[in-house]
């Protein structure tokens, strides 16, 4: 997928993860971990408009953190130079809510294990997004 397409409105899991790093398999840990920052990066670029600056991913057990560097969008950057960090932050996990089907799908697919819940967290000074993942756990045998 080249840089000028865009995802669509709504984009399916497999598109987001195209998207994130084209046709090659997520299969070692570091390929996975940089697999998922990048598709989380491409969703909050296509869906907010702006997309972070730079993001990791950390892989712990059944748990994923993604931190992603800055992506405010202008309107927000305004919203917090009047003060209005409760409304930003509102904002933002009222989309996170909207949006968390499409990020688990991309998720399970990306980590091949099925998302048993998602959270959101942004802080302001420094402009960091927290994306958390809890995954199914691994049965054995």
């Given at each position: 997928?080249?840089?000028?397409?865009h995802?669509?409105?709504?984009?399916?899991?497999?598109?987001?993860?195209?998207?994130?790093?084209?046709?090659?398999?997520?299969?070692?840990?570091?390929?996975?971990?940089?697999?998922?920052?990048?598709?989380?990066?491409?969703?909050k670029?296509?869906?907010?408009?702006?997309?972070?600056?730079?993001?990791?991913?950390?892989?712990?057990?059944?748990?994923?953190?993604?931190?992603?560097?800055?992506?405010?969008?202008?309107?927000?950057?305004?919203?917090?130079?009047?003060?209005?960090?409760?409304?930003?932050?509102?904002?933002?996990?009222?989309f996170?809510?909207?949006?968390?089907?499409?990020?688990?799908?991309?998720?399970?697919?990306?980590?091949?294990?099925?998302?048993?819940?998602?959270?959101?967290?942004?802080?302001?000074?420094?402009?960091?997004?927290?994306?958390?993942?809890?995954?199914?756990?691994?049965?054995?045998?």
């Amino acid at each position: 997928m080249s840089e000028t397409e865009h995802l669509p409105p709504q984009a399916d899991a497999a598109e987001l993860q195209r998207a994130a790093f084209g046709t090659r398999a997520a299969s070692e840990d570091g390929g996975m971990r940089a697999a998922v920052a990048n598709a989380m990066v491409g969703m909050k670029k296509e869906f907010y408009g702006k997309g972070p600056v730079a993001a990791k991913a950390y892989v712990n057990d059944d748990w994923v953190f993604v931190v992603l560097d800055g992506g405010l969008t202008r309107q927000e950057e305004t919203l917090l130079a009047a003060g209005e960090r409760d409304l930003v932050r509102a904002v933002r996990l009222r989309f996170q809510e909207v949006m968390t089907a499409t990020v688990c799908e991309a998720m399970a697919e990306i980590t091949g294990r099925r998302v048993q819940t998602y959270h959101s967290q942004i802080l302001f000074d420094p402009v960091r997004t927290v994306e958390m993942f809890l995954l199914e756990p691994v049965r054995d045998g």
